[in-house]
C-alpha cells in the first residue's frame, strides 16, 4: 500500500509563500496525474492544480499566476510552491495520485494566512 505524506503547511502572512510537498512511501508506476487539493472549512474539497504524467499542468483560476506544481520523479516526490498567499487560501490541503487502478490521497497538511 502506498502511503503519501505531506508537509510544509503553516501560518504564514498574506503576501508570504510556503512550498509544499507531497511524498510517496515508494514508487507509483502507471500514474496518470497528481495533483493538490484543498478544502477550506465549510465548504467542498476543490482542486488546485494538476500535472499528467505527461508533464500537462491544470491550475484552479483563484490561484494561477501564483502555485506552481512541479515533480521529482527521483524522490517519488510532487511539489506545490505557493507565491502570494491570500486568506482565502487558508485550508487543509490534500496531494493525490491516480493511476487506472489506485487513487491516493495524503492525509492533509494546514495551511493558514493572516491578514
Known amino acids: 500500500q502506498v502511503q503519501l505524506v505531506e508537509s510544509g503547511g503553516g501560518l504564514v502572512q498574506a503576501g508570504g509563500s510556503l512550498r509544499l510537498s507531497c511524498a510517496a512511501s515508494?514508487?507509483?508506476?502507471?500514474?496518470?496525474?497528481m495533483g493538490w487539493y484543498r478544502q477550506a472549512p465549510g465548504k467542498q474539497r476543490e482542486l488546485v492544480a494538476t500535472?499528467?504524467?505527461?508533464?500537462?499542468?491544470n491550475y484552479a483560476d483563484s490561484v494561477k499566476g501564483r502555485f506552481t506544481i512541479s515533480r521529482d520523479n527521483a524522490k517519488n516526490t510532487v511539489y506545490l510552491q505557493m507565491n502570494s498567499l491570500k486568506p482565502e487560501d487558508t485550508a487543509v490541503y490534500y496531494c493525490r495520485r491516480t493511476t487506472p487502478l489506485n487513487d491516493y490521497w495524503g492525509q492533509g497538511t494546514q495551511v493558514t494566512v493572516s491578514s
Open positions: 500535472m499528467s504524467n505527461g508533464g500537462s499542468t
Open positions: 515508494r514508487r507509483i508506476f502507471g500514474i496518470d496525474a
